[in-house]
């Protein structure tokens, strides 16, 4: 059984950069042919993808958050991350760490999401 937990600050003040790290267990982040997503939910809106790192550490961001966004890979930890810059008040959301199945472009395991709020 697969299992991903986020951790990171709950609180972040504009224009700093938010970080966030999901740990895995019971499957590593290197096994083909599987990826790791970052996705959030902002206050009464629907998911938005924010990105992803493959098994072989190549990654892929949302065209809309390119510019601000990183996700890096720890292999000895079994832990990816998020970087998000320079934040504003509408970065505030539920940020939820999931794996993808790369061939049926399916989601079959997430995290329970943690809350980021962005405010001085």
């Known amino acids: 059984q697969v299992q991903l937990q986020e951790s990171g600050p709950g609180l972040v003040k504009p224009s700093q950069t938010l970080s966030l790290t999901c740990t895995v267990s019971?499957?590593?982040?290197?096994?083909?042919?599987?990826?790791w997503s970052w996705i959030r939910q902002p206050p009464g809106k629907g998911l938005e993808w924010m990105g992803v790192i493959a098994y072989d550490g190549s990654t892929y961001y949302s065209p809309s958050l390119k510019s601000r966004t990183s996700i890096s890979r720890d292999t000895s930890k079994n832990q990816f991350s998020l970087q998000l810059s320079s934040v504003t008040p509408e970065d505030t959301a539920v940020y939820y760490c999931?794996?993808?199945?790369?061939?049926?472009?399916?989601?079959?395991?997430w995290g329970q999401g943690t809350q980021v709020t962005v405010s001085s």
């Open positions: 999931a794996r993808v199945e790369e061939v049926a472009k399916a989601y079959d395991y």
């Open positions: 019971g499957g590593s982040i290197t096994t083909s042919y599987y990826a």
